[in-house]
């Protein structure tokens, strides 16, 4: 169809247009989409000859708002939207396309039901509070509370691993020689580090991005750790930027060697999620395995054997640093046993729901009466239902759409 300059008569484009009558359409409006050639140039032309005219450019994320507000998806599922655009790991893609289709969503409506039932039985007890019979017990009540809170603490605990779906990352540490730089050329798979028997040979951190498991991350090997007096002022510099990145790693994997330094005695770094007891390859089976086990007592962290030489225990090492990711109890959140809660938002209703029933059965086990349990049920279904958008403000909307890009 031919877009022409209503002013002059100029034809601007020769675009497919395409009507999509409400109430079946994306925003559930009477929508008109216009497909131009592609173009920069060509494609402001079009656009400038409807501003001109009348109409004005979309917000971040005004369809979807749109979408939403019109009942075409819930809020969980506008929120999906962006992360299925946005999405830089086959997990994060996955993930996002099942809140999207409405998984998120079904769930938290699964929960709120159980809520709604557990709210009406406490109603009943108000209501035949002296027909005894007919009143549910109190540990019934207490359980029913329990059971739903367990189940939404599961949901809240995805976030762990959702929160980072998009990306994780991954700090070597620990002292100099340790075989750091070593174990990082093994997972990236080529000499992307410098490697040599010399002390501090490692001065900038060095980063590389690798998808383990589906998962984006990021893997940084940093310069090792000695007494700071034996330290360059090159080398100290050095030190500080690494530390500066290791602060906002997610896990932080220290390196020792097992070639028999008794500096392991003290702890170098603190915040250490793993310890890689590495070139076990210079000793026995049996040695590895006693001074394993002597590290992990000291230190109270998970220590695995490697040996970046000959890539024993690699696969071990990077397993645990993925536990690490998911967290405890992380099996719940493997691919195939639902979602993962990604925005900081829906996690936080879900804290606040857990939170309200943890208040409501501390009440009912301290003896107060059914009136006084039912609020905090209602608390805990109030904040369950801002995940999916049965309650909102025009603020939290503000919030969340403006996150997207203009027009989606
Ligand atoms: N036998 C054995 N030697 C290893 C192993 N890993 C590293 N090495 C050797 O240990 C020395 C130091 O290795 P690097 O990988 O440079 O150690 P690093 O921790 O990065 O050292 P800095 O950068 O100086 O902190 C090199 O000579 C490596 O060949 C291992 O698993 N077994
Ligand atoms: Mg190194």
Known sequence: MALVDPDDGRRVEDAMVCLMPGPHSYTGEDVVEVYGHGGARNLQAVIGLFLRLGARQAEPGEFTRRAFVNGRMDLSQAEAVAEVISARSERALRNAQAVLAG??????????????????????????????????????????????????????????????????????????????SSLFNSWVGSTRAL??????????????ELEWDGLCVSVIDTAGDRAEGAMSALEQAGHALGRERVARCDVRVEVVGLDGESRHARRLVQGVDVVAANKADLLSKVDVA???????????????ATSALTGDGLGTLREAVLACVRGAGGSAEEPGEGVAV???????????GAEALQR????????????????????????????????????????????????K
């Not at 938290?108 to 009406?120: D, I, K, N, S, Y």
């Not at 739903?148 to 620990?174: D, E, F, K, M, P």
């Open 290 to 304: 006693e001074r394993c086990a002597k590290l992990e007592q000291q230190w109270g962290t998970r220590v695995v």
């Open 195 to 208: 490697v040599s028997q010399q002390e501090g040979t490692t001065r900038d951190y060095i980063e590389a």
């Open 103 to 180: 998984e998120l969503g079904r769930r938290v409506r699964e929960l709120r039901g159980q809520l709604v039932e557990l709210a009406a039985e406490l109603e009943a007890c108000l209501d035949f509070a002296e027909e005894v019979d007919a009143v549910i017990s109190v540990g019934k009540l207490r359980q029913m509370q329990v059971e739903v809170r367990q189940r939404i603490v599961a949901l809240a605990q995805t976030y762990r691993l959702g929160s980072r779906l998009n990306g994780v990352s991954v700090a070597l540490v620990g002292p100099v020689n340790s075989g750091k």
């Open 342 to 352: 990604t925005q900081y938002r829906q996690w936080q209703a879900l804290q606040e």
């Open 360 to 407: 409501g059965v501390k009440v009912l086990g301290d003896g107060a009466p059914a009136e006084i349990v039912v609020e905090h049920v209602r608390e805990a279904l109030e904040a369950l239902g801002r995940i999916t958008g049965e309650t909102y403000t025009e603020d939290v909307l503000d919030v969340v759409f403006s996150k997207f890009c203009v027009g």
